[in-house]
């Protein structure tokens, strides 16, 4: 069984950054994909970033990557704004499996 522990989050000013980071209690070498979700209070969960096991990624406001060798994931989050205050989880699909982290709070404020 998988486990995923986030870690990374914290306060943050407007227009800070922070990296994320997502790691694996065992062998990610085969997980078909990783993502990062995010949810605020109130509302849905919601795709943040996912990249395959051949690292094509999505693309948006935040980068992700995947070290296999480590076993991590990470989100680099750039200019970080308010609306972007949520809990992140990391995800993974392996072996027919999905699997989640409890989540890590990111709170943009001044």
């Known amino acids: 069984q998988m486990q995923l522990v986030e870690s990374g989050g914290g306060l943050v000013q407007p227009g800070g950054s922070l990296r994320l980071s997502c790691a694996a209690s065992g062998s990610i070498t085969s997980a078909n994909y990783a993502a990062w979700y995010r949810q605020a209070p109130g509302k849905q969960r919601e795709l943040v970033a996912a990249i395959t096991s051949d690292n094509n990624k999505t693309f948006g406001r935040f980068t992700i990557f995947r070290d296999n060798a480590k076993n991590t994931v990470s989100l680099q989050m750039n200019s970080l704004k308010p609306e972007d205050t949520a809990v992140y989880y990391c995800?993974?699909?392996?072996?027919?499996?999905?699997?989640w982290g409890q989540g890590t709070q990111v709170t943009v404020s001044s």
């Open positions: 995800q993974m699909y392996l072996a027919g499996i999905d699997y």
